[in-house]
Nanobody, 124 residues
Framework: QVQLVESGGGLVQAGGSLRLSCAASGRTFSHYAVGWFRQVPGKEREFVAAISWDNYSTYSANSAKGRFTISRDNGKNTVDLQMNSLKPEDTAVYYC?????????????????WGQGTQVTVSS
């Protein structure tokens, strides 16, 4: 089992920045790929970015490229999502998730463990 806890959400004006953090406990976190997803009410959970277990590879959704950066510190069991140039359409609950895979899955069904989420609200 892996337990994930997100933090760092909040209210920010458009153009601002937030840094989300995902803290893991339980089984060896460094064995898992980690992804960030987001969801707004009435819509499906949307892939944002993922990072491989070895910190070697990352992949981001088109909506995140150039603005969001995913990184991890396996020594601290954390994965961060730095979000810059935020837009009102980035408003959502953001979730981190862990997957037992060597790839960078973009489908939420490929992830085994999920955090509870953190709210990000971007005002115009």
């Amino acid at each position: 089992q892996v337990q994930l806890v997100e933090s760092g959400g909040g209210l920010v004006q458009a153009g601002g920045s937030l840094r989300l953090s995902c803290a893991a406990s339980g089984r060896t976190f460094s064995h898992y790929a980690v992804g960030w997803f987001r969801q707004v009410p009435g819509k499906e959970r949307e892939f944002v970015a993922a990072i491989s277990w070895d910190n070697y590879s990352t992949y981001s959704a088109n909506s995140a490229k150039g603005r969001f950066t995913i990184s991890r510190d396996n020594g601290k069991n954390t994965v961060d999502l730095q979000m810059n140039s935020l837009k009102p359409e980035d408003t959502a609950v953001y979730y981190c998730a862990a997957a037992t895979t060597t790839g960078l899955p973009v489908s939420s069904t490929m992830y085994d463990y999920w955090g509870q989420g953190t709210q990000v609200t971007v005002s115009s």
